[in-house]
């Protein structure tokens, strides 16, 4: 795993290794941990994002097969927060949240 990995909870970062063993192509976190200077900066940020607690990372995926196998792999590792964005897949796993949602971002 490549990126943005630096501050993340060592459950998602297990979650993420297994994830990359059954897609069999690395991850490359392109957000991971983030302060809250930098989540206000991001338009598409919620104030209480799971970045700030380094349970949530968006893993770059650009190409649609990437996604379905990110997205197929999370779902049979028990992931129950997944964002789909137009270049990366949000994984997250704050138990706070609202749980077994698929969301997609503008």
Do not use: C
Request: zero cysteines; glycine letters at 10%; proline letters at 3%.
């Amino acid at each position: 795993m490549k990126g943005k990995v630096e501050g993340l909870n060592p459950d998602l970062i297990n979650k993420l290794i297994e994830i990359e063993k059954k897609v069999k192509f690395e991850l490359f976190i392109n957000s991971g941990k983030r302060t809250e200077v930098e989540n206000t900066k991001l338009l598409d940020a919620v104030p209480d994002s799971e970045h700030l607690t380094g349970d949530g990372a968006d893993a770059s995926a650009v190409e649609g097969y990437k996604k379905y196998k990110i997205i197929k792999a999370a779902i049979e590792l028990g992931f129950t927060r997944i964002g789909v964005g137009r270049t990366f897949i949000h994984l997250g796993i704050s138990k706070s949240k609202p749980q077994f949602v698929i969301w997609t971002y503008n």
